[in-house]
């Protein structure tokens, strides 16, 4: 649980321009697909999460580091995936 | 100004909000076409752009970030020799980090480690062959290179699809504008949606991906001079392997910048997401920074960002296609990077492809026109480049440094022989010779020969 919280405060660090639309979003009726499951333990900001039904969600992506891995590891047939509109999401400083 | 472009105004009126270049292109004006359109401005784009700049030629670099450089990451360093030529004068006053003098490995086993250092005074030599680099510093003063030169750059824009005519990649759709050009040369790095968009390649799949994932750790220079034993803008780079990706394949890296460290880590992405018993990325990252060989390095520094991205690893088998009709792929966008152990390359490459597709359309336009037939040249630059001969002289090495044992056995292996040889116990010390072949059975020999015979493909 703590672990979260720190990951919270370490993407506190980054700047975020607020994105309007979820540039992605986990395809309606794929929530079960075993395919999806890598994003829980791989993306870097936790962003995916799997409740007690075997859900995988995605409830927000305020946090997105826009790194693409929940693309590669799960697919587009699970997943919608795009970038965020331009000028929005994360902005890196150092990079 | 000698720009091909008629009255009028750009539709969208976002165009006309932002950077200064966008002076160039608003108000008064539309643009017909453009001879170039590149998508990202990351370095194979900004590269692309930095050397059509000056032709004559109409070039417009479209970025997606509030500036370039915005959602551009590396691990942290990068190799010039290969690329001076290609950029003459143009490093002497970027601004890159440390030139690497110091380079580390260490084999990170559960309960110990074995490092290896190598420093020499040929890496001090001028010019230097490496740098650490922070790409959002270095790709926002590159583009301000790039609009000095005469091309433009247009930042946050997303570049949403292409446009096709007649088979042939007749221009870009951004934000509800069509903007149509000879040829676009897309640089929108490792994923490439515009070349999936093209039909010039499909999702990639996981074995050919890793993951990075890396902290700037802020820190007062002197005390990383200190810390790391170097002189003035002198760096060290550090590699880590074993125990921290949980044996799977991948690893650590510590990179020493003017005043800060990048600290991170690289996970093959098949191998992490088949490993169900694993823990989370974030959480691997906390518990490398907290083995007892990173504590005291990064002790007194803050976390000042944290970032990720998508590396490709699966070498030259795994190259996208370079070019279709009207269109030209460089950097990550065309697979790029190659990781060949002790080094992990992909910025020169990305700044090479650019360098060579620019070229390749100035010998088109030449030649009468930017055909799918001369758009071809740009993979014959390539195989004359250092860059496909990289690829292909490396073409077995990523089926060869993903076997596990490098990341799960040898360090254990090696730092279990260290602690016997090293211990000393109350009462006799074994023989060195027993102890040896305590670990070096026949089958542990007979296993190493032909992991050895793996390596000799490389």
């Known amino acids: ?95 | 100004m000698n720009r091909s472009c008629k009255s009028g105004t750009l539709k969208n009126p976002k165009w006309i909000l932002n950077k200064s270049s966008y002076n160039r292109l608003s108000g008064t004006r539309k643009m017909d076409k453009f001879d170039v359109i590149i998508v990202g401005a990351g370095l194979a784009g900004l590269g692309a752009a930095y050397t059509l700049a000056g032709s004559g030629l109409e070039v417009l670099v479209l970025e997606r970030g509030d500036y370039p450089g915005a959602k551009n990451v590396s691990g942290g360093r990068f190799y010039l020799n290969p690329i001076r030529d290609l950029y003459p004068g143009l490093f002497e006053n970027a601004p890159l980090e440390r030139f690497i003098t110091h380079e580390g490995i260490s084999l990170m086993a559960k309960e110990r480690s074995v490092h290896f250092d190598y420093s020499g005074n040929e890496l001090r030599e001028e010019p230097h062959q490496s740098y650490s680099i922070l790409r959002s510093k270095f790709d926002r003063w590159f583009s301000e290179r790039v609009e000095e030169k005469g091309a433009a750059v247009l930042a946050k824009i997303k570049v949403d699809d292409v446009i096709k005519e007649d088979g042939k990649i007749a221009g870009v759709l951004a934000g509800g504008d069509e903007l149509k050009a000879d040829v676009v040369i897309t640089c929108d790095g490792v994923l490439s949606l515009i070349s999936e968009k093209a039909g010039l390649r499909v999702p990639g799949s996981a074995h050919d991906f890793a993951v990075g994932v890396k902290e700037v750790i802020s820190m007062d220079s002197g005390v990383i001079n200190d810390r790391f034993n170097l002189d003035g803008d002198e760096g060290a780079a550090r590699l880590f392997v074993g125990e921290i990706t949980r044996g799977k394949f991948g690893g650590g890296f510590l990179y020493t910048n003017r005043e800060s460290l990048s600290l991170g880590l690289v996970l093959g992405i098949q191998d992490a997401a088949g490993d169900k018993a694993a823990i989370e990325v974030p959480a691997l990252l906390e518990e490398f920074k907290e083995r007892p060989e990173i504590v005291p390095l990064i002790k007194g520094g803050s976390t000042v960002e944290y970032s990720a991205h998508v590396i490709p690893e699966g070498g030259f088998k795994a190259l996208g296609s370079l070019y279709g009709n009207g269109i030209l792929v460089a950097g990550d966008a065309a697979g790029l990077a190659l990781n060949i152990g002790f080094t992990v390359r992909g910025m020169e490459y990305a700044l090479a492809s650019g360098c060579y597709a620019a070229r390749t359309v100035l010998e088109a336009k030449k030649k009468g026109g930017v055909n799918a037939e001369n758009l071809g040249m740009y993979k014959r630059f390539l195989e004359e480049s250092f860059v496909l001969k990289d690829f292909g002289n490396f073409r077995e090495t990523p089926a060869v440094v993903s076997n596990p044992r490098f990341f799960n056995h040898y360090p254990e292996l090696v730092g279990n022989l260290m602690k016997d040889i090293y211990a000393i116990p109350a009462g006799p010390k074994e023989r060195i010779y027993p102890t040896l072949r305590k670990y070096l059975t026949l089958g542990e020999l007979w296993t190493e020969l032909k992991d050895l015979r793996g390596v000799t493909k490389i």
């Open chain 1, 1 to 95: 649980m703590s672990e979260k919280v720190d990951l919270k405060a370490k993407l506190g660090l980054d700047v975020f321009k607020p994105v309007g639309q979820p540039h992605i979003k986990i395809r309606p009726g794929m929530e079960k697909d075993p395919r999806l499951k890598p994003a829980v333990r791989l993306c870097p900001a936790s962003l995916y999460t799997e409740n007690e039904n075997g859900e995988v969600t995605l409830a927000t992506v305020d946090g997105c580091v826009e790194c693409g891995t929940c693309r590669i590891a799960c697919g587009t047939e699970v997943l919608e995936w795009n970038y965020p509109e331009g000028g929005t999401g994360v902005q890196f400083r150092f990079g």
